[in-house]
């Protein structure tokens, strides 16, 4: 008897190791993290939502949530033409990511695209046909050594909302949203960081806006949304040029809990005194809201009888707004001034009741800022390099925003500080004058303008230039808040000449001296900010092809070439102006401590 027993044991002890040897993580990657194959490197990857910035009394977990599992696509090069070659999904291996790329170690650069809380199907380049989110599908549409980045991001869209749908796409329980984060690395192997270049997480860009309405108007009470009209269906899973939105004509649907709106869509809360929809926030893909014309019905008691008001997203001076991902929008309501519409067909077919209240935007933009953070508070700022065309005597200029929520006041380790002794006295820090990076009081985030005071001879203080045999600096603004750390370059041209002339922002493979009118820039987009001297009207944006193609205020260019054309003036008076750049810094597409770098250039023309 005992010999069956312990024939019958060891039979299970050998089913048990064989087991062992055969099991697989859910992925399909082995348990046992060590059994790599030589031409394969394990990474782990550090990543976490990027917030939406704007503070709430409530934390909604699942638009936070990063799941366990992203996908990494690998694009060979560098710049939008990179090459796909390789797409694997991250696996959890105790508690963490961990991605198995393909070893690659030939010079060259690459482009890692994290593709976060994947949905069950994408979508390439239309909304009618689905594919399952897995390689073989992934390497059909992108084909190995063929198919660039610029390509992949155009075409790789989200699974499209029905075209009823009748609540708020992604407000589900345990519903994620899609995120996604561009990082350049100098190669693939065991020394390969997917982190920022600080050692902190990812930030991962959300696919989607977030909308809430609140109310502080003391003669309305707000009851909440009743419908979303004419918004995009889906969006692309990563936005390669975030100034740009993907064209979703034919592509729109409405949300509405039916087609009378019987019921409302979310329903608004009293919240520290005022009613709020931030509970139940509204989530939309990225749009032209005047294209596509956008508008919100809310639904609301004034003079003790219920209403329903549309609602176009304007801003202040009822200028139509663009809805950008991962941007957080309020809509506050200040004071009503009438009646609105007794059904909600009424109030769809009527104009924006915008005029009838007393409103104001507040957006989110942090994410046109520069951000570093850890995993206590983030720091960034509005453009990381400035550049004044000013007259030869010293001028002040706000070079730039700080926007933080830090609510430590280090006492140390809170300084904004310049490099003016290395920089030849060419510049100095002007405000704040105190030289203390200011947190948050009341307010979160906190955003502060910073200001400089710029001499003549700042123009000749740069690196590639020397005097007398003595190479010369860079001018910086440093910030330091606790371990965190962030420059801005201060730069200097010569006030523009009354004729005219053509800036050339674009790539040149050497040093353009400071009187040449070409600065070394790989641009993506410009866009003229609006002034008191109208600078929309003399100064145009132009692609290198020097074609006026109708948005010379705003421009998307593909070959890193953007001409700045200043008008003649014919005035006798001096004339200013602001453009705004995205820019690839030299030298590289993406770095993993921001997706783009912004260069503000405040421009002075001469009188006549």
């Not at 708020?168 to 561009?182: A, D, K, Q």
């Not at 975030?242 to 019921?263: K, R, V, W």
């Not at 009613?275 to 019905?297: F, H």
Request: aromatic content about 10%; glycine content about 6%; overall charge negative.
């Amino acid at each position: 008897m005992m010999k069956y027993i312990m024939k019958i044991f060891g039979l299970v002890i050998i089913l048990l190791i064989s087991a062992c040897e055969h099991e697989t993580l859910l992925t399909g990657e082995p348990d046992d993290p060590g059994d790599i194959s030589e031409d394969k490197v394990r990474l782990e990857i550090f990543a976490r939502a990027n917030s939406y910035r704007l503070p709430s009394t409530r934390a909604l977990g699942d638009e936070n949530t990063v799941e366990m599992t992203p996908w990494v696509l690998v694009f060979r090069g560098s710049g939008t033409g990179a090459i796909f070659v390789e797409a694997v999904q991250a696996f959890e291996f105790a508690g963490k990511r961990y991605v198995l790329l393909t070893k690659r170690t030939d010079g060259s650069k690459y482009q890692l695209l994290i593709l976060a809380n994947p949905m069950a199907q994408f979508y390439y380049g239309n909304a009618s046909t689905g594919y399952v989110f897995n390689e073989s599908q992934l390497t059909e549409k992108l084909i190995e050594g063929t198919t660039t980045l610029a390509t992949a991001c155009t075409n790789l869209l989200t699974e499209p909302a029905s075209t009823s749908p009748a609540r708020i796409p992604f407000s589900g329980v345990g519903e994620t949203i899609p995120m996604s984060y561009l990082l350049e690395v100098d190669k693939v192997d065991n020394t390969t960081k997917i982190e920022k270049s600080d050692g902190s997480s990812l930030m991962l860009l959300r696919a989607v806006a977030k909308i809430v309405v609140v109310n502080e108007a003391s003669n309305f009470e707000l009851e909440g949304v009743s419908a979303v009209a004419n918004v995009p269906r889906q969006g692309q899973l990563h936005n390669l040029i975030p100034a740009s939105i993907m064209g979703n004509a034919g592509n729109l649907t409405n949300y509405q809990y039916d087609a009378s709106c019987s019921l409302p869509l979310v329903s608004a809360e009293t919240i520290t005194n005022k009613q709020s929809t931030e509970n139940s926030p509204i989530y939309i893909y990225e749009t032209n809201t005047q294209t596509y014309s956008t508008y919100l019905i809310i639904q609301g008691i004034y003079e003790t009888k219920s209403y329903y008001y549309k609602m176009a997203i304007v801003d202040k001076d009822l200028n139509y707004m663009n809805i950008y991902r991962n941007h957080a929008y309020t809509f506050t309501i200040k004071k009503v001034h009438g009646r609105g519409y007794d059904t909600v067909a009424d109030a769809k077919l009527s104009k924006p009741s915008n005029t009838d209240l007393d409103f104001e935007i507040t957006v989110d933009d942090s994410n046109s800022y520069e951000i570093i953070a850890n995993n206590d508070y983030y720091l960034g700022v509005s453009n990381s390099v400035f550049i004044a065309y000013s007259p030869d005597d010293a001028s002040t200029y706000e070079a730039f925003k700080v926007i933080t929520d830090c609510e430590k006041a280090f006492p140390d380790a809170r300084t904004i500080t310049d490099n003016m002794a290395e920089a030849d006295n060419s510049f100095a820090l002007s405000s704040p004058a105190d030289g203390k990076l200011p947190i948050v009081a009341s307010t979160s985030p906190r955003v502060t303008p910073v200001s400089v005071l710029i001499q003549s001879w700042l123009m000749y203080s740069e690196v590639g230039q020397s005097f007398e045999g003595r190479d010369k600096v860079n001018a910086y603004i440093t910030l330091k808040l606790g371990n965190l750390e962030k420059q801005v370059h201060i730069r200097r041209r010569a006030a523009i000449d009354a004729g005219g002339t053509i800036l050339k922002y674009m790539p040149a493979n050497s040093y353009p001296f400071p009187t040449t009118g070409e600065v070394d820039y790989h641009c993506l987009t410009g866009e003229v900010e609006d002034g008191t001297d109208n600078p929309k009207e003399w100064i145009k944006l132009l692609p290198s092809s020097m074609v006026d193609r109708n948005d010379t205020d705003k421009i998307i260019v593909e070959d890193g070439h953007i001409y700045i054309k200043i008008m003649p003036n014919t005035a006798s008076t001096t004339r200013n102006g602001i453009v705004y750049l995205t820019t690839i810094m030299p030298g590289s597409l993406y770095t993993g401590e921001s997706t783009v770098k912004r260069i503000k250039i405040d421009i002075t023309q001469k009188g006549n």
